[in-house]
């Protein structure tokens, strides 16, 4: 748990965070960024994010409280403030987003001391794109549901699977991966493994195509694909238990990821800034009551989340440790979803056109970001999932299994 | 803009604001729990909602509260008060709301903050009085329900070194149980508070019929009620009432997030023990689920609320919109366990005899005091986009 009262080194640092994001900021993108990083389609946006990662993580600003062995910087309680002031200055995001917060604090929680020396730099610093190799066909929800095997020969271990939205994977260098190495029990039958994937023998990865038209995420084959037993994370038959650390960084239950990841701009002044140009039957979108009503819920929704993430680091201030933490991953993904909903209805007929279109209200954002938003409250445990490890785990509900 | 100073990490929720909430926590769970409540004011419906009569509350218990200090949390020290910070009476009042405490503290302590805001002498001189246990409600809303501080209903006028008022007052809290009232009046352009003892000659109370068993309501009658000048306790009503309101709302929303959390654990302990088709409850997701869509509204009014609470202590320009924030989310949320939890609880949740009908009432009465969710949003518009354009 974070402290509430920041020390003078702590105060000291978000000046220096401030003041170097202020001059350093990045020069305009050569095209249009995607919303989030992990839908990163280009060679060109690649280059750019990830050479932007690489200067804000020379600066400081990423892997701040990682150890210095392991291409930290070494500090303590840094690198909170460094994802503030990453969000405050509005910047783009960090491309190596399952490098930074699935793959490094996996690894530094359960990794040998030669797997933090080997993985943990280059996914601070961004040069080793990281995927997740989680979900399978038929493995989605019921994510222990794996059919993706690891067989031991010698001192090797030969893979065959076929893992699906594996966001980033035409970058990755490295894969997450989850397989089953036992039929014998579902749960204590997985191992995880640090996967090399870039050019890698039986490695296919192919693009999927999402709703919006965009790739983006892929599909990964492994056709005997061969990985060396010092690449397995933590015991064979605890791959569940690793997987469920991965996942409690990834919903963002729990600090200690490589860094911050900015959320773009204030999602309310966009709002509102599309409602004043916005018409709905000859009036101004932004003096129709029903509008102006949906846009200040949606702000009181936004102050809500702010105001949470403070309250949660005052124990005193919340009955359950884990009920604020827990709800994150929900409220984030569905405060994102209705924020674009509802662009989508304040842009009213001018919601119709996409993003090619010239006259499409801020470049076609309103439907892209809704049709898009179904990829967050899907992945990482879907919303009907975390509602289900909020009824159990903090309201203390029968388990729905 | 002015420079508005930092806002504490933690809300400014330090030790000694623990310490008075955990111990309201203890006391109320002792003195007044579930069943203690329903023995209370959950006997035969009749003397209240056909006799009547207001709803009925244990002295005895306020004569101890007042003990405890709890009138005085928000008079200043320097008026004989504890001075508490608005997020130490925040925690407490959650506590209140938590147990549907019937008593006149809340319009007490809404007074407590206007009498605090004028800082005449008039004023200090009544917030000592509250400090040392006199009961005060507040008259300002007009026929219409127009709660805001400009809407008021009673007219003033001269009468050599007098004032006589008269007109009526409506939706007054509690006013069947306190000493006093604060009233706003018009007296040509403006606008004064005047404290008039609830016995005054020409004063007269009809109790409204309300649904709400925790507390009362009244329409208060003013026939040529003669207060002597001393009296005025400001001639800047509306400024000084603007300035208290985010105070006044936070107070309300504070009694509704504990009576929402009540609710919600009250329903979530349905759940694990009702069994059907061989099941908990709990197990159902279409159970499950809106418990927990429960619990995140819940979590964020009370967030706002200690945001709000904080930004009033701060004295920042942003306590209104804070505030209205504070009460839309805890009347939503208010309003979303309260259905929840009647529903869940199935037939028995429909029945006078369960618990739930009394929380599910004070909610009520809640989201719709000082403007509901959606009056607040309004409000909250005007700031944060601008007026509606004239057409």
Same mark, same amino acid.
């Given at each position: ?33 995607? +919303? ?26 990423? =892997? ?7 291409? =930290?910087?070494?500090?303590? =309680?840094?690198? $909170? ?70 067989? $031991? ?15 980033? =994977? ?5 894969? +997450? ?122 702000? +009181?929704?936004?102050?809500? !989340? ?17 009920? *604020? ?41 309103? @439907? ?34 | ?6 806002? @504490? ?22 003195? !007044? ?21 207001? #709803? ?96 008021? @209903? ?38 004064? *508070? ?9 004063? $007269? ?38 300035? #208290? ?59 706002? *609320? ?30 979303? +366990? ?42 909250? #518009? ?5 007026? !509606?354009?004239?057409?």
């Amino acid at each position: 748990m974070s402290s509430t009262v920041l020390s003078p080194e702590q105060r000291e640092f978000r000046e220096y965070a401030r003041s170097w994001l202020a001059e350093n900021a990045p020069p305009a993108p050569p095209e249009r960024l995607p +919303i989030s990083p992990i839908e990163v389609m280009t060679v060109g946006q690649r280059d750019y994010l990830q050479s932007w990662q690489r200067r804000c993580y020379d600066a400081g600003l990423v =892997g701040a409280d990682y150890p210095k062995e392991y291409g =930290g910087w070494g500090h303590r =309680g840094f690198q $909170r403030i460094a994802n503030q002031e990453l969000h405050r200055a509005n910047v783009p995001a960090l491309i190596n987003i399952v490098g930074l917060s699935m793959a490094a604090p996996t690894i530094l929680q359960h990794g040998t001391e030669e797997q933090k020396r080997e993985f943990i730099p280059g996914a601070l610093s961004g040069e080793e794109i990281w995927c997740q190799g989680f979900s399978e066909p038929g493995a989605g929800s019921d994510l222990a549901n794996q059919h993706t095997t690891a067989v $031991r020969d010698g001192g090797d271990w030969i893979v065959n699977g076929h893992k699906v939205w594996t966001s980033l =994977g035409h970058f990755a260098k490295w894969m +997450i991966l989850l397989t089953r190495t036992s039929t014998g029990h579902k749960y204590q039958g997985l191992t995880y493994f640090l996967c090399p994937i870039e050019d890698h023998p039986g490695v296919t990865v192919r693009p999927l195509i999402k709703m919006t038209g965009e790739s983006g995420f892929n599909e990964v084959l492994l056709e005997n694909v061969r990985i060396p037993d010092t690449y397995r994370l933590d015991e064979v038959g605890k791959g569940w238990a690793v997987a469920m650390t991965t996942l409690t960084f990834e919903r963002g239950a729990e600090e200690g990821a490589g860094g911050g990841f900015s959320e773009g701009a204030n999602p309310i002044e966009e709002l509102i800034a599309l409602a004043r140009s916005s018409w709905r039957n000859g009036v101004c979108a932004a003096d129709d009551p029903i509008s102006r009503d949906a846009i200040i819920e949606r702000a +009181i929704v936004a102050e809500g !989340i702010r105001q949470s993430g403070r309250r949660a680091a005052v124990p005193e201030l919340c009955d359950h440790p884990m009920r *604020l933490p827990l709800q994150q991953k929900l409220v984030l993904t569905e405060f994102g979803q209705r924020n674009a909903r509802l662009g989508v209805d304040i842009a009213g007929a001018r919601s119709t056109l996409y993003k090619r279109d010239e006259r499409a209200p801020d470049q076609g954002h309103w @439907p892209l970001a809704y049709m898009n938003s179904y990829g967050y409250t899907i992945a990482a445990g879907t919303s009907e999932i975390q509602r289900n490890i909020l009824g159990e785990r903090v309201l203390g509900l029968a388990k729905s299994k | 803009m002015a420079q508005q100073p930092k806002a @504490p990490t933690n809300f400014g929720f330090g030790e000694d604001e623990a310490m008075l909430r955990d111990l309201a926590r203890r006391f109320l769970a002792e003195k !007044i729990p579930p069943h203690a409540l329903r023995r209370l004011v959950a006997g035969p419906p009749e003397p209240v909602y056909e006799d009547g009569e207001p #709803a009925p509350w244990d002295r005895t218990l306020w004569d101890e509260i007042v003990e405890l200090g709890w009138t005085a949390l928000a008079v200043p020290e320097e008026d004989n008060g504890a001075g508490v910070s608005m997020v130490g009476v925040v925690a407490l009042l959650e506590e209140v709301g938590r147990h549907a405490l019937p008593s006149p503290l809340i319009p007490t302590l809404a007074s407590s903050l206007v009498l605090r805001t004028a800082g005449t002498e008039r004023a200090r001189n009544l917030n000592r009085e509250i400090a040392a246990g006199k009961t005060v409600s507040l008259v300002l809303a007009d026929e219409r329900g127009g709660w805001e501080p400009a809407h008021a @209903p009673i007219e003033a006028r001269r009468e050599g070194s007098a004032l006589v008022l008269s007109g009526t007052g409506f939706f007054v809290q509690d006013a069947s149980k306190v000493d006093s009232l604060l009233v706003v009046s018009r007296l040509g352009d403006e606008r004064l *508070l005047c404290s008039v003892a609830t016995d005054s000659t020409g004063l $007269r109370l009809q109790n409204d019929q309300i649904h709400d068993l925790t507390r009362s309501q009244a329409t208060v009658h003013f026939d040529d009620v003669v207060i002597e000048t001393s009296a005025v306790v400001s001639d800047d009503a509306d400024h000084v009432l603007k300035a #208290a309101w985010p105070g006044i709302l936070v107070l309300v929303a504070a009694d509704l997030v504990g009576c929402s959390e009540w609710q919600l654990q009250t329903t979530v302990e349905y759940a694990k023990q009702r069994v059907q088709f061989d099941r908990p409850l709990g197990f159902f997701q279409a159970v499950k689920h809106p418990l927990v869509d429960a619990m995140v509204g819940i979590d964020r009014a009370r967030s706002l *609320l200690y945001h709000a609470a904080c930004e009033i202590d701060m004295g920042s320009a942003e306590a209104e919109v804070a505030a209205r924030m504070a009460k839309s989310a805890a009347s939503d949320a208010g309003a979303f +366990i309260s259905d929840r939890s009647v529903q869940l609880h199935g037939g028995i949740g429909f029945t006078w005899e369960c618990d739930v009908h009394i929380f599910f009432k004070r909610s009520m009465h809640n989201q719709a005091l000082f403007g509901d969710g959606t009056y607040q949003r309004q409000k909250l #518009a005007d700031v944060l986009i601008g007026p !509606i354009a004239a057409r």
